[in-house]
């Protein structure tokens, strides 16, 4: 199958194909026949990802439809387009990496967290950098009885800077931006604390230390969430896609000093720009861009993968609604990555390819693939949500 077609058939159907009653679908992308890196063929395909491959025994006890039957009920006839569709088993299914942020009860303090990563994410940092651990706690603090009793993590993407200097910090806006939709606004997250490291890597000590927001806030925050793009949930009127789950914050004094590049080796290195994945001008059924991958995380640190897959379209549950995603990179650990890409906590991670480049914003994932915000649409989304022109990527 060709990248043209390929791509126009998960335009005009991925959404369908996620909706058809008994469909079974977690999301719907294009990939390589062979499903290795995007970029390295020129056999594409439909894949359709579930979460776990039954037999016909198994469908029958369960009373799932058959995908083709399913998918054909949507339209109430046979599928509009011939099409290759490979069927991906994915283990769980896709689901923002912290719902929202990495959130578990004050009780269970210790369980969630995860052993450190090799490259410690989860600790305080006096210096900035991308890859560690954040939380906004406005509204989950403090932690004493008769008050709200969860702590939260996700992880510091990378920053920005707008036309007249200030500084930002990026993440998801279900990590600090209270996962703000578009009914109820932004009005009551922007101006919310942004405190480094996230509430739920605090040691029991610390949370005894810190029992009120206003003492958490005064030595940890660094950042002001500044901006947030809103999201947009399935409703019984319609099925609205979403492009980004991102959200900004302006760094604060005394707290938001930024590491110097020595430091951030550790840490994957400099951001030496943008990178995206689109069909080669010189060659419309070849797609250009370095399929190789890494990230740094609060939880799982640095790892990394290889893009294959792109025009990824998926439902994504969240607090307030289900949310559909489209145009989203599909990514997967390589062989020589020791564990998944992304586990829970690294949401808001940013991507970065081999020539360190930022090529997307990690957003969600299963237990074998991971979902990505492509870099262009969320600096994009940003500016718009914080009212500037133009935002450039921090690289010194």
Do not use: C
């Not at 600090?176 to 029991?204: C, E, F, R, Y």
């Amino acid at each position: 199958m060709d990248l043209a077609s390929a791509l126009d058939y998960v335009r005009d159907h991925a959404i369908d194909m996620l909706t058809a009653p008994g469909s079974n679908l977690t999301a719907v992308a294009v990939s390589s026949k062979d499903h290795g890196p995007i970029t390295e063929t020129k056999d594409f395909t439909v894949t359709a990802y579930v979460e776990r491959k039954l037999s016909t025994k198994e469908m029958n006890k369960l009373s799932v439809k058959p995908f083709n039957p399913a998918f054909v009920h949507a339209f109430g006839g046979p599928k509009p387009k011939k099409a290759d569709i490979d069927v991906v088993e994915t283990g769980t299914p896709f689901r923002t990496l912290n719902n929202p942020g990495l959130t578990v009860p004050i009780a269970q303090h210790g369980v969630f967290g995860g052993m450190p990563a090799v490259v410690d994410t989860q600790k305080y940092f006096k210096a900035l950098r991308s890859g560690i651990g954040i939380a906004n706690p406005d509204g989950d603090y403090p932690t004493v009885p008769g008050g709200p009793t969860s702590l939260s993590v996700g992880t510091l993407g990378f920053f920005v800077e707008t036309p007249n200097g200030d500084i930002h910090l990026v993440s998801n806006n279900h990590v600090i931006g209270k996962s703000a939709d578009k009914v109820a606004g932004a009005a009551g997250v922007i101006g919310n604390p942004v405190v480094q490291p996230g509430t739920l890597d605090l040691t029991s000590v610390e949370l005894i230390l810190m029992p009120t927001l206003a003492t958490l806030v005064a030595p940890l925050q660094i950042a002001t969430v500044s901006g947030v793009v809103l999201l947009d949930f399935k409703t019984a009127a319609g099925t609205p896609h979403n492009f980004v789950d991102a959200a900004a914050a302006k760094l604060t004094a005394p707290n938001s000093r930024l590491l110097s590049d020595l430091g951030r080796v550790s840490f994957g290195g400099r951001i030496l720009g943008t990178g995206v994945y689109q069909p080669d001008p010189a060659d419309p059924n070849r797609v250009v861009g370095d399929p190789r991958v890494y990230k740094v995380g609060r939880t799982t640190g640095y790892t990394e993968g290889k893009v294959t897959a792109l025009a990824g379209t998926s439902s994504i549950p969240y607090p307030g609604g289900i949310a559909f995603f489209i145009n989203q990179l599909v990514i997967e650990a390589t062989a020589d990555n020791v564990g998944p890409f992304s586990s829970p906590g690294d949401s808001g991670s940013g991507i970065l390819n081999a020539g360190h480049q930022l090529v997307g914003l990690l957003f969600a994932g299963t237990d074998s693939h991971t979902l990505a915000n492509p870099i262009d649409e969320v600096l994009t989304k940003l500016a718009t949500a914080l009212g500037v022109p133009v935002l450039n990527l921090v690289t010194k």
